[in-house]
T-cell receptor, first 117, second 114 residues
């Protein structure tokens, strides 16, 4: 069975602080994919990143960075110099071996991030 | 950027009524999905659809649920006889190609069953 755990239910920081959102996953698949989605107050799910299990290289996109560590089954997300607009619920998700090309994402419970001015 | 469109954004219905949630996936996408999110909980997979048939469905997706692609553009989720516990945000998603490509999600339909 696949499982994603986001232990931090809520995080609140002051603007410009750095913040890291944790994600730990479980899977028996040797090939799998990890995702982060952002859900702002308006409710939609916004794709942030997809990473496959063979690529452990960390990635940086502007103020966002992701740290994938297979040894600890973690895929953490860091926002540097946070801004009020970063306030949202962030979901980590996992997709295992693909069946007929369709993918089933297993989501974590989400972390509600509040950035205070 | 192209987007997945869902209508309506909000739907209120009485218990036992049938509802149809509508989605227009991105035009060149081949894989379609429904997910749902009960208030305050995580997003859960319901069903995936490819080549005019269901490719996978979850335990949640029982006989009360059905999906259809009635024409070349729409993708619908029907709930035959709604229950209170069906109240949730329903997200449609689509992806372009085989493999675990980026899933584009719509902005959701908030279903309230009274």
């Amino acid at each position: 069975a696949q499982k994603v755990t986001q232990a931090q239910t809520e995080i609140s920081v002051v603007e410009k602080e750095d913040v890291t959102l944790d994600c730990v996953y479980e899977t028996r698949d040797t090939t799998y994919y990890l995702f982060w989605y952002k859900q702002p107050p308006s409710g939609e799910l916004v794709f942030l990143i997809r990473r496959n299990s063979f690529d452990e290289q960390n990635e940086i996109s502007g103020r966002y960075s992701w740290n994938f560590q297979k040894s600890t089954s973690s895929f953490n997300f860091t926002i540097t110099a946070s801004q009020v607009v970063d306030s949202a619920v962030y979901f980590c998700a996992l997709s295992g071996t693909v069946i007929q090309g369709a993918q089933k994402l297993v989501f974590g419970q989400g972390t509600r991030l509040t950035i205070n001015p | 950027e192209p987007e997945v469109t869902q209508t309506p954004s909000h739907q209120v219905t009485q218990m036992g009524q049938e509802v149809i949630l509508r989605c227009v996936p991105i035009s060149n996408h081949l894989y379609f999905y429904w997910y749902r999110q009960i208030l305050g909980q995580k997003v859960e997979f319901l069903v995936s659809f490819y080549n005019n048939e269901i490719s996978e469905k979850s335990e949640i997706f029982d006989d009360q649920f059905s999906v259809e692609r009635p024409d070349g553009s729409n993708f619908t989720l029907k709930i035959r006889s709604t229950k209170l516990e069906d109240s949730a945000m329903y997200f449609c998603a689509s992806s372009e190609a085989q493999g675990t490509e980026k899933l584009f999600f719509g902005s959701g339909t908030q279903l309230s069953v009274l």
